[in-house]
């Protein structure tokens, strides 16, 4: 009987890895091989988390910005609103 793991491996290919690996660590390093993997995954998703948080934080910031430029643009014209009324008006010729 046969069921298929992560990557295609067999239950019995697995307990061919699983022997190999007792085999070179021996059962007291097997311990301190897990707890070391533990701690590498979770320090991998925290930092995999804080990637995500950034990301997530400076597309509100941006986000944020676009509608307050929009609700300026709306109210008044544009922040060059002022400057299109300091520019010089066409007069007519007298």
Do not use: Y
């Not at 239950?11 to 070391?36: H, M, N, Q």
């Amino acid at each position: 009987m046969t069921f298929a793991l992560l990557f295609s491996i067999s239950g019995g290919e697995l307990v061919v890895i699983l022997l190999v690996v007792l085999l070179l660590f021996g059962s007291k390093g097997i311990p301190d091989i897990a707890r070391t993997l533990g701690r590498t995954i979770r320090q991998v998703r925290d930092a995999s988390q804080e990637v995500q948080r950034e990301i997530h934080r400076g597309a509100h910031d941006v986000r944020r910005e676009v509608e307050d430029q929009r609700r300026q643009f709306l109210e008044g014209n544009g922040p060059s609103d002022g400057a299109a009324s300091a520019a010089p008006k066409d007069e007519p010729d007298r």
